[in-house]
C-alpha cells in the first residue's frame, strides 16, 4: 500500500522560503506521477507541481508558482519535495503530496490515486 508523509510546513512571512518534503514507502510503480497540492480556505483543492517518474522527468507548474517553486525528486531518500521561494500571502494553504498511476492531467487532483494528509503553510504579511 502506498504511503506518502509529507513535513515540512510552517509559518513564515512575505518573501520568505520554505522546502516541503513528501517520504513515499510501499511506492512499485514506474511509470507515474508525483505532485504537490494545496487547499486554501474557501477555494478547491488545486494543482501546484507535477513530475513524472520517468527517466525524462516531465514537469508542470500552476501559472500562480512558476518561478518561485520548484519540484523535485530525491531518488536516494525516497522524496518528492517543493522547493518554495518568494513566500506570498496566497500561497497559504495546506500542502499535499499524492501519486497517480493511471491517466488524467498532471495538475488535476481528481487523477491521483494515493495522498498523504497534508502540511499546513502559512504566509503572513
Known amino acids: 500500500q502506498v504511503q506518502l508523509v509529507e513535513s515540512g510546513g510552517e509559518s513564515v512571512q512575505t518573501g520568505g522560503t520554505l522546502r516541503l518534503s513528501c517520504k513515499i514507502s510501499g511506492y512499485t510503480y514506474s511509470r507515474t506521477w508525483l505532485g504537490w497540492f494545496r487547499h486554501a480556505p474557501g477555494k478547491d483543492r488545486a494543482g501546484v507541481a507535477a513530475i513524472s517518474t520517468s527517466a525524462g522527468r516531465l514537469i508542470y507548474y500552476a501559472d500562480s508558482v512558476k518561478g518561485r517553486f520548484t519540484i523535485s525528486i530525491d531518488n536516494a531518500k525516497d522524496t518528492v519535495n517543493l522547493q518554495m521561494n518568494a513566500l506570498e500571502p496566497e500561497d497559504t494553504a495546506v500542502y499535499y503530496c499524492?501519486?497517480?498511476?493511471?491517466?488524467?492531467?498532471?495538475?488535476?487532483?481528481?487523477?491521483?490515486?494515493?495522498w498523504g494528509q497534508g502540511t499546513q503553510v502559512t504566509v503572513s504579511s
Open positions: 499524492a501519486a497517480k498511476w493511471n491517466g488524467g492531467q498532471a495538475l488535476s487532483p481528481t487523477a491521483y490515486n494515493a
